[in-house]
């Protein structure tokens, strides 16, 4: 894509960092710079409820759809036709603050700042926040996203079950997100997130922006063990029917895969719960998750398919029942070039330093970009800390991935497909 | 041990499986046969209640002391000088009906048959139950026993908080288990525990009775280990500071070491919590047990330092620190070689199978050995299953354990050290 001449405007930093911190003491861990707020508690009623005000002080149109997505723009017909930004404001159970707001809020910023400058801006500019892209209290992550262009349900989403028990479909309609817009919805001209990278890459090689090409897959399963439990003291070795043995084999199994394949394959046991959980009782059965990511979705099917081989052997062997489920399957995702490069293209006219790169975490952008041309700009994690109220970005680098974000949505406001 | 003649009892069994069957609707787990009554909570305290009824019922005096241990007494002393059953009625989170129960409702029996069958007994007859045996909710287990005996002291047993928050001191004035009676308490002139075998040796040789010789050892460690926190997705695999990755290396470790020592050698991993415990998060700590298990205390030292240079190991390859404490630690038990003869030689007498065999699990017998000439019998456990409601023994072979528990006990009456 040629660069077409842009409208520009001059984002405010302070009043963007402002926000970020007045957003991050809502589920605020004490002692901490990091954030509570699971999908669809309190501490996310009270985050929405903050950046809905937000929006509405801008006199943007806001709407709420049926699995809790909101979005505001600057036109009367929402997201349809606009350049679009967008991210989450759920974290995970112990999160920082940077993740998915940033995205939020640089563009609520955007808007912002393109209102303020009086230009003639050729398509409705929009931000949304979309729900439950943590996916840590029900399963798949990017829910909101993934319902939003189609690939879910909205009953299939009110019907899901967390991990303590509670529905989606009543949780979204205690907090008052249940709205009347619809879902699946409209599309927009393009789509672009700004994100902290949540990765060691940047920060390693001292560069300002990454320019994400793709998302890897994710495959995320779990596994339930069934054995015998017993008592500890009187069961013999070797008559043991012990479901921990069993997990603790398969996530040795699982960090082995991810090696042995190499490159960008990832395996992470985050999940593992024993029942009953005593110190002298061989347990009954055990639950564990395995997440599994790579860029290649040949790979990551290869990854699979050893994965649930070394299940079956080892369960086998030890006489154990396996129920194994999907909780999330996403293919690995390729980003729209002409945005990619453009993105690319405006960061360097503008001096900064860039690297293309693929996101290792999943992303609203990667749902997105089933309906439109999309794309997704890094800026670096100190130590590549993420998922972790320690997660940190300098002031400088968000303001500069701002900047970026609003120039690149400007500049796509300009583009015909 | 010559066997002094003695004078005899017949039990009333009718009246023992109703009694086991009545204290196991207290905590009954719906749809089993199983038990919950963790220490010191309202359903401990229930089963107290009901059990302390018949004592009283008897005519008998029953003192609480100062770790909520209950002792009946056909004296005025107490269990000074008494021959003297016991055990417990608290379970494990999912027991079984007669783990403990059948060694406490079982004394009770023989000294209410003793009481109606009018003879002249040379000593007094006592039964206890003793606080929190199972050690499922607080460490250690056997943790009454430990204190009537003075292996620990009353202070130290009231300040030890379970895995709940709750201080046992709390929770004992709470369901009204802090008696008035002196703890260490008084030494009886013999000990006799029965008891289930809790595990499949008798069951698969077909053999009625377990002369109980001595207890394995004890070691119950607990270890945390604290790494870094992170993005299951954008964290390479090389990078990583995994506590489950460590954990579950040590589970596996943990076996084999159980595995290549042999014998009685046993290790269990039956608790393990992760945090935050989230699919997608590396997580940042992980708090594991593990139960080690030998009759022969070199062997048992020998594999708790191959454990912890496991642990070490294991650790210091992935930079992860490791916090180990000692929840339990309990050598081999003897029991008095008197005491054990005279129960075998009765048992044959009487026309039972038997077999001596050591104890895979903790009883409250090896710590009353400390203080007195002890015992124990056993009667099976259906393919060994026990700390699970499955756990079973058939009413004949409770029956005869009962019935053979009065002979020993009116047998040691005649006997003087």
């Known amino acids: 894509m040629e660069l077409p001449s842009q409208p520009s405007v001059v984002i405010n930093g302070t009043r963007l960092l402002a926000r970020i911190a007045e957003l991050a003491q809502i589920g605020a861990i004490e002692g901490t710079q990091g954030c509570s707020r699971l999908a669809f508690t309190d501490a996310d009623r009270e985050g929405r409820d903050l950046v ?14 049926a699995v809790g997505n909101v979005i505001a723009s600057t036109g009367n017909a929402g997201a349809a036709g606009a350049v679009m930004a967008g991210s989450h404001i759920d974290t995970v159970g112990t999160g920082g603050r940077f ?29 949304a ?53 619809p879902c ?25 922006i990454g320019v994400v090409e793709g998302v890897q897959g994710i495959s995320w399963t779990e596994l339930k063990f069934v054995g015998q439990s017993n008592h500890a003291g009187t069961t013999p070795m070797a008559l043991r029917r012990d479901p ?23 395996a992470t046991v985050g999940s593992l719960t024993l029942h009953p959980n005593l110190v002298n009782v061989v347990p009954a059965h055990a639950t564990m998750t ?49 945005v990619v490069d453009s993105i690319e293209a405006i960061a360097q006219q503008k001096g900064l330093s860039t690297r293309r790169m693929p996101s290792g975490a999943g992303h609203d952008a990667q749902m997105m970009a089933r309906i439109c041309p999309t794309g997704m700009i890094f800026v670096p994690s100190l130590d590549g800390i993420s998922h972790n109220p320690a997660e940190h970005t300098d002031d400088e680098d968000l303001i500069a991935g701002a900047q970026l974000l609003a120039d690149a949505m400007l500049a796509l406001t300009e583009v015909t497909w």
């Open 52 to 65: 809905v005000t937000w929006m509405t002080d801008l006199g943007l149109t806001v709407t709420v759809d």
């Open 99 to 127: 993740d998915g707001n940033l995205g939020v809020l640089a563009g609520l910023e955007v808007i912002e700042a393109t209102l303020a400058a009086d230009i003639d801006v050729k398509r409705p500019l929009a931000v």
């Open 129 to 181: 926040f979309f729900s439950n892209e943590e996916g840590s209290r029900y399963p798949p992550d990017m829910m909101g996203s993934l319902a939003y262009v189609g690939g879910m349900s909205v009953e299939s989403v009110l019907e899901v079950e967390g991990a303590d028990g509670t529905i989606v479909g009543d949780e979204l309609e205690r907090i008052g997100y249940r709205g009347p817009a």
């Open 184 to 208: 699946p919805g409209a599309v927009p001209h393009a789509f672009v997130e700004l994100h902290i990278e949540q990765g060691p890459v940047l920060d390693n090689e001292e560069i300002q």
């Open 244 to 266: 921990m043995a069993v997990a603790a084999e398969v996530t040795v199994a699982a960090r082995s895969i991810a090696t042995d394949l190499g490159g960008p394959q990832v």
């Open 290 to 338: 395995v997440d599994l990511r790579n860029t290649d979705e040949t790979l990551l099917r290869e990854a699979e398919k050893q994965l649930m081989n070394s299940v079956q052997q080892i369960a086998d062997r030890e006489d154990i029942t396996v129920e194994s489920r999907s909780l999330a399957r996403f293919e690995p995702v390729e980003f729209d070039k002409r």
